[in-house]
């Protein structure tokens, strides 16, 4: 009797361990969609945009937190493990992605615009388009019951990154001031690129290194000596350092969204990479003197 017990608790125990550990399609969730895993809110947008609510989408770096510093912790590598697929946006900006995830599928691939300096890929509209059509295209092959929601959303956010270029290429052109002085990083490099702009930031592309007291004693002297009246500053930056130079200077913040971290305002809005781009460029119009601002 006693020996029947023990093989029928070791059985259940078998059994346990075998479901909680049988593979990736035993998490689905109850709701019958699918679970994705997303590093950063570029990808997590682009899913938005393109995915709709057809799945569950897990961002894997928190709102308010910066992108170019985080670590992947536990509750990383659990959300990674609870989910179907998972999507980074490059080796450059989230060296940790293949390093947890073997199959983890990278957003900028194929890309029409590539500079191996500035990981800030998804500031080309191009380079956004082909990202978002890689995450479509691989949802709807791997998932072929999606295919009929997902291309319909792929062709509105084309049509709306031809109406982004069109009102950069319009607006652009006109600015009087060419030169945006970020107390940021050269997250911008893509726009002024190909707007015709001279950016001058705090920081590296990679966040890596704080300016020095003479980087940001030229900058403050350059902003004077230009009469600049708007300087720019990032979302996820402490503002402590553009408010000394706004007050040293006397010119006013206005803000650029890097969209690789998004903080919890937005998130919980569920602002889009469209709508944050339109507030750039709005911004860019006051910042700039440009017509149509
Ligand atoms: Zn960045």
């Not at 020996?3 to 709701?31: E, R």
């Not at 388009?129 to 792929?154: E, F």
Request: hydrophobic share 40%.
């Amino acid at each position: 009797m006693k020996n029947c017990f023990i093989k029928t608790a070791v059985l259940l125990i078998c059994a346990a361990v075998f479901i909680s550990c049988s593979g990736k399609d035993d998490h689905k969730p109850q709701d019958g969609k699918l679970n994705i895993a997303v590093s950063s809110y570029v990808p997590y947008t682009f899913a938005k945009s393109v995915l709709g609510d057809t799945v569950n989408l897990t961002l894997l770096i928190p709102p308010g937190v910066e992108a170019h510093a985080f670590e992947p912790n536990p509750k990383t590598i659990k959300e990674v493990k609870q989910a179907q697929s998972f999507f980074y946006t490059s080796n450059h900006l989230e060296p940790w992605a293949l390093k947890i995830d073997k199959k983890a599928v990278m957003l900028a691939k194929n890309l029409p615009e590539l500079s191996h300096q500035d990981p800030h890929v998804w500031m080309s509209f191009d380079n956004a388009r082909v990202m978002a059509k890689n995450l479509a295209d691989y949802v709807a092959q791997k998932y072929p019951s999606l295919q009929g929601q997902i291309q319909p959303r792929y062709n509105t956010f084309a049509v709306e990154m031809e109406s982004l270029k069109f009102l950069y290429s319009k607006i652009m052109p006109t600015c009087k001031n060419r030169t945006i002085y970020h107390i940021g990083h050269l997250a911008f490099g893509y726009i002024a690129r190909d707007y015709d702009l001279e950016f001058k930031a705090l920081f590296s592309a990679d966040m890596d290194q704080e300016p020095s007291t003479k980087e940001v004693a030229e900058l403050v002297k350059a902003i004077k000596d230009n009469r600049v009246k708007y300087i720019f500053s990032e979302e996820q930056l402490n503002p402590a350092l553009a408010k000394t130079v706004s007050k040293e200077t006397g010119a006013k913040i206005l803000i650029l969204n890097t969209v690789e971290g998004v903080t919890k305002e937005d998130f919980e809005e569920g602002k889009s990479y469209q709508e944050l781009m339109l507030e750039n460029l709005k911004n860019l119009a006051i910042g700039l003197d440009c017509k149509g601002e």
